[in-house]
């Protein structure tokens, strides 16, 4: 819960202004907060963060190479989170890169992130590392989750 | 002129030993020591003249063909038939290197690309090294890490197919994705990956 106060605050502490008003340096900053807090708020053992879909993503999000809408959305993570109960996700440190497009008012944080994962129930797990890739949008008036993607590193479990 | 009788049996006796020397003479050795000589050459060794001589004893078991090629024409190559190392010798006048076969993994990669199946296209060789190179999505991994393309820019009958979803949730294996659903290139592969397409502009 705590999380998700916390990516709650990432993405709303700039509501009071236009985000693309913000100067490239808090774009950057805002952008490695959201995306900390955003793995965090993944991390646990509940379906709640589900509902943060609509909130902390735009009405069409590039989720892993395909466009999807919020719905849409919702219903790939509640699967994932049904098949992954146990969730612990979370950016190696100091590989954190942010890099951002000022006059498109969207920036890009990639970084090396470990997980490991479980499901009780089914007497799985799986734990290893993997390429995270976040893309903020400062258009509107407050930061969104515009794109999502990675790439697999090293992983083990079952 | 009268041949007097009593000469008679003597001329008989010289025409006898005549005959029967000249039958002697022209008789071959058949004797178990002579070595047999192979007039008409194998037609392995047909690119070069020479003869073959089996120098094994008549009559006696032979375990294997052990031929000595000698070539009696300069630069006479050897088939792989008489290469080393296939109980047949080349001696003077045989480019032994030439002889060699071809390893079988010579070329470069061949050796990654594993044995050569029956009935194996090169396309098949060339997807399964991709495969063991970049090994294929295990199920039970996380959402984040389930679209690492392995297979990027194969096609997916030759892998086995894509697994469909954009979680391609753990354990699930539901289906396949298709070859319009792959991934763009990851980072490190060629081209400009997904997030930084995203993003544009000159990052």
């Not at chain 2, 296209?121 to 495969?131: D, P, W």
């Amino acid at each position: 819960m705590r999380a998700r106060i916390a990516l709650s605050l990432a993405l709303t502490s700039v509501h009071v202004s236009p985000a693309s008003a913000l100067a490239p340096a808090d774009m950057g900053d805002r952008t490695a907060a959201i995306a900390t807090e955003y793995l965090r708020a993944w991390s646990g053992d509940g379906r709640s963060a589900v509902a943060d879909v609509p909130y902390v993503y735009g009405p069409t999000v590039l989720f892993y190479g395909h466009p999807y809408s919020r719905a849409g959305l919702m219903a790939e993570k509640r699967r994932a989170v049904e098949r992954w109960p146990v969730r612990r996700y979370a950016i190696r440190p100091g590989t954190l890169r942010v890099t951002c497009n000022v006059p498109e008012a969207k920036c890009a944080a990639r970084a090396t992130m470990d997980y490991a994962v479980s499901n009780p129930a089914m007497g799985t797990s799986a734990r290893g590392s993997a390429r995270f890739d976040l893309g903020v949008g400062f258009a509107g008036p407050r930061p969104l989750i515009l794109y999502e993607g990675g790439a697999a590193g090293s992983r083990g479990g079952r | 002129m009268a041949i007097p009788a009593r000469t008679l049996p003597v001329a008989s006796l010289a025409l006898l030993v005549g005959i029967g020397g000249t039958l002697l003479l022209g008789h071959r050795d058949t004797s178990p020591d002579a070595v047999r000589t192979v007039p008409a050459l194998p037609a392995a060794a047909s690119a070069g003249a020479g003869s073959w001589t089996d120098p094994a004893p008549r009559g006696q078991p032979r375990p294997a063909p052990r031929l000595v090629f000698t070539p009696d024409a300069e630069g006479a190559k050897p088939s792989r038939e008489r290469a080393p190392g296939n109980g047949v010798e080349g001696t003077k006048g045989v480019d032994v290197a030439d002889a060699q076969p071809p390893a079988p993994d010579a070329t470069p990669g061949a050796k990654a690309a594993g044995p050569r199946k029956h009935g194996d296209s090169v396309r098949k060789r060339s997807a399964r090294r991709v495969a063991r190179t970049y090994p294929r999505r295990e199920r039970g991994m996380p959402y984040a890490t389930a679209y690492a393309d392995p297979y990027a820019g194969m096609d997916p009958r030759m892998v086995g197919g894509y697994r469909d979803g954009p979680y391609d949730a753990p354990g699930d294996g539901r289906g396949w994705r298709t070859v319009s659903e792959r991934q763009p290139a990851v980072e490190g592969r060629g081209g400009r990956d997904g997030l930084m397409r995203w993003l544009g502009g000159p990052y």
